[in-house]
Nanobody, 127 residues
Framework: QVRLVESGGGAVQAGDSLTLSCVAS????????MAWFRQAPGKEREFVAA???????????DVVDSVKGRFTISRDNAKNTAYLQMNSLRPEDTAVYYC?????????????????WGQGTQVTVSS
């Protein structure tokens, strides 16, 4: 059974930075895409960023336009951990952030391409 545990959320001011971490249990962490999604109150869950597995030849990360240049996704396969570095935070970034593991090695922005999810960590940005 795979378990994903997020940490690093909190309440910050606009312009501040946070780094979210997601530790995964189970084997073959490096074989799967890892991604971050977020869900703001009253809105649907949306894709934020994804990092492909090491199996994907020449793969690069994918980041949604609304956070491009401010958020960076990375992973440390030796530690079974994915990260989301968030800089220049804005009030509209306020949401519950979820870590997810993909069905396979390739990046997707679709919820249904991820079969394991963390419990979420709250990020609140005030102006």
């Amino acid at each position: 059974q795979v378990r994903l545990v997020e940490s690093g959320g909190g309440a910050v001011q606009a312009g501040d930075s946070l780094t979210l971490s997601c530790v995964a249990s189970g084997r073959a962490f490096s074989s799967y895409t890892m991604a971050w999604f977020r869900q703001a109150p009253g809105k649907e869950r949306e894709f934020v960023a994804a990092a492909p597995s090491i199996i994907t030849t020449g793969g690069s990360t994918d980041v949604v336009d609304s956070v491009k240049g401010r958020f960076t996704i990375s992973r440390d396969n030796a530690k079974n951990t994915a990260y989301l570095q968030m800089n220049s935070l804005r009030p509209e970034d306020t949401a519950v952030y979820y870590c997810a593991r993909g069905l396979g090695p390739f990046i997707s922005r679709r919820n249904e391409q991820y079969n394991y999810w963390g419990q979420g960590t709250q990020v609140t940005v005030s102006s």
